[in-house]
C-alpha cells in the first residue's frame, strides 16, 4: 500500500505551487536551493526526496525568501532566491528507514506491475537516499531525476534513452498511452567534513 509522500503534502502549503514536473514554486518563484535537515543533498534533483520520503516522517518545512549561501557585505543588496528545508521528526533520523511498495494488475489482457525499495538515512554529518523502482504501467521514472536547477542534459539523455522520442505527445497522462518496462537506481549521498582541526 502506498504512504503519503511529502510531495502530496507541500502542495497544501499556502503559497506554494508544485508542477507536473515536481518543480517546486513559492509565491510564484522557483525555489533555488532544497535541503533536508539543512543539508543539500540533491541539489536540483530534489523529486527523488518529494516522491520518496513519506509525509509522516517531516515534522516540518520552512521556506527562506532572500536566501544567500554566505552572508552578503554590508550595503550589498540582498538575494532574491528562495530556499526549502525539510524538517524531520526524531524517529526519522540517525536510523535506516525502509519502504516498500508493489502493485500488479491487468490492463487490456497485459499483466501490469509496479514495485518501489528506498532506503534512508538523515543525520547531522552525513545524509543517504537509495532508491530502486520498476514498473510497465507507463509511469515514467526518469522524471525523478530531472534538474530543476539547471541543466537538464542528464535527464534528456536518461529520458531520451528509456522512452525514445514521440514526434508529438498526445494529450494524456503517460500511463494512458505509454507502456514499456522502466527501472531506475538512484544512489545519493552527502557527508560533511569535519570542523575539528
Do not use: C, W
Request: glycine share 10%; charged share 25%.
Amino acid at each position: 500500500v502506498s504512504q503519503s509522500r511529502y510531495g502530496d503534502v507541500i502542495k497544501k502549503i499556502p503559497g506554494v505551487e508544485v508542477g507536473s514536473s515536481g518543480a517546486i514554486r513559492f509565491q510564484g518563484k522557483a525555489i533555488s536551493t532544497f535541503h533536508v535537515e539543512g543539508m543539500n543533498l540533491l541539489g536540483g534533483r530534489y523529486n527523488v526526496a518529494t516522491r520518496n520520503i513519506e509525509a509522516a516522517d517531516v515534522n516540518r518545512v520552512e521556506v527562506v525568501e532572500s536566501y544567500q549561501e554566505v552572508k552578503q557585505l554590508e550595503g550589498v543588496e540582498f538575494s532574491d532566491k528562495v530556499a526549502m528545508n525539510l524538517k524531520l521528526n526524531d524517529e526519522a533520523k540517525l536510523t535506516l528507514k525502509t519502504t516498500y511498495e508493489a502493485g500488479a494488475g491487468f490492463r487490456a489482457k497485459e499483466a501490469l506491475y509496479h514495485g518501489v525499495v528506498t532506503g534512508m538515512v538523515f543525520g547531522k554529518k552525513a545524509q543517504f537516499i537509495g532508491t530502486v523502482k520498476a514498473n510497465n504501467a507507463g509511469a515514467r521514472l526518469s522524471d525523478e531525476i530531472r534538474n530543476h536547477f539547471g541543466s537538464n542534459a542528464v535527464y534528456n539523455v536518461a529520458n531520451n534513452l528509456l522512452t525514445g522520442s514521440l514526434s508529438s505527445q498526445p494529450p494524456l497522462a503517460n500511463d494512458r498511452f505509454l507502456h514499456k518496462n522502466d527501472l531506475l537506481a538512484t544512489l545519493n549521498s552527502l557527508v560533511k567534513p569535519s570542523d575539528d582541526k
